[in-house]
């Protein structure tokens, strides 16, 4: 899932980091993305369709038909 190949990295690109994992799996890899971020001077761009994941963030940025909009959708609770 996560493969950085160098020390204390300035930016890490990350695209749907819990496609394919289980729900443990995929919070233990963004935990670790997220630690990543906590090392400055680290930046991590983050993609996603997964709202379960959108917590770790500390700005989300929703964009729609190619567009960025002003806000996300709010989301629907059962």
Same mark, same amino acid.
């Given at each position: 899932?996560?493969?950085?190949? #160098?020390?204390?990295?300035? /930016? #890490?690109?990350?695209?749907?980091p819990t496609a394919s994992l289980d729900s443990h799996s995929g919070r233990d890899g963004v935990n670790l993305i997220q630690q990543l971020a906590h090392q400055?001077?680290?930046t991590v761009l983050l993609v996603t369709h997964d709202p379960r994941i959108l917590d770790i963030a500390k @700005?989300?940025?929703h /964009?729609?038909?190619g567009r960025l909009?002003? @806000?996300a959708p709010v989301q629907q609770t059962a």
């Open positions: 899932m996560l493969t950085l190949n #160098v020390t204390e990295p300035k /930016i #890490v690109l990350s695209d749907e400055p001077p680290c @700005r989300n940025l /964009i729609e038909d909009c002003d @806000r």
